[in-house]
């Protein structure tokens, strides 16, 4: 399995997103529980945030995206995924 980075954009509605949001958690909770959202969160800046996904590849991680809530109310404006080879830290074995 291999490890994505994901960094989100929020789009401009701000009230709509915070509306989607515990939607949004309730999924990320979900996926962490079965092993394959690592880590994530806001930025500090309330622009958006960064996700670590671990899955077979890319568009694994675009179907799990499909299905997240922010994306699926458009609340988003942008996202970028990219393969992430990790090798230090405490989730490399």
Do not use: C
Request: net charge negative; hydrophobic share 45%.
């Amino acid at each position: 399995m291999a490890k994505f980075v994901v960094e989100m954009v929020y789009g401009d509605d701000e009230e709509r997103r915070l509306a989607v949001r515990p939607d949004h958690r309730v999924y990320a909770k979900s996926l962490a529980q079965q092993g394959i959202l690592l880590a994530g969160g806001p930025y500090e800046d309330g622009l958006g945030a960064q996700l670590v996904y671990e899955a077979a590849d890319a568009a694994a991680v675009q179907r799990l995206l499909d299905e997240d809530p922010y994306l699926q109310e458009g609340v988003i404006a942008s996202t970028t995924v990219r393969e992430w080879n990790a090798i230090t830290g405490s989730w490399v074995s």
